[in-house]
């Protein structure tokens, strides 16, 4: 029997220097057809219409892109918070409610965990480097397949299961992070300067949120091959089957 077609929407890009565009970087398009699922990119609708998408769908991505609004999680913006896109925020946290009331698989990658985070009602550091003593180098200025810095995954997790628990090597395109957890979320792997590097819910089937890029290093690295299959697997609802 041929398995069964699994949809997935993708969250559009969109910032500032293509004010125009809606777009999605093509790693994660290929990273979903290469784990075997079918992508369908979900550009800024009306709310309702995010929900028709996501009634027809098996799963939701929430892709990378530009910061969240501070005042998204009751904080003013911060001299070092980066470019926002109103448009995005719309759509991110409208399609991570969404989901999480639909209880759909969910994957969210770099600006995805800040969404979830945000959708829960946890808030962002807007900062690495100005609040967290001795960070890292979570901006790294190297190719995004390459992984910099080590993340210590938590055993008994969702991110365990696909991945395995301990040490694992990831890349890092970040300056913002999870601050305040948002309510029913465990951290799930932690950098060594103690920054949250993946969450994932308590209270829903698969909703996991990683803070490094996986769709960049699927070709080199079986790890992130695995965050993707996993996700499709809770997509196709076969997961511990
Ligand atoms: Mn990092």
Redesign the pocket.
Known sequence: MAPRQVLIALTAQHNGEHENEYFLRRAYIDAIVGAGGIPLILPPLAAGKIETVLDRVQGLVLTGGVDVDPRRYGEQPSEKCGEISPLRDELDLAAAAAALKRDLPLLAICRGIQVLNVALGGSLLQH?PEEVEGA?K?R?QAPGWYG??E?QVEPDTLLAEAVGSGPLV?????HQ?VKRLGEGLLVSAV?PDG?V?AVESRRHRFAVGV??HPELMVEHCPAARAVFAHFLRAAAGTLGD
């Open positions: 690495i890292l979570h790294q910099t810095h993340v990831v890349n890092s395109l970040h992070a950098a920054v590097e803070q490094w």
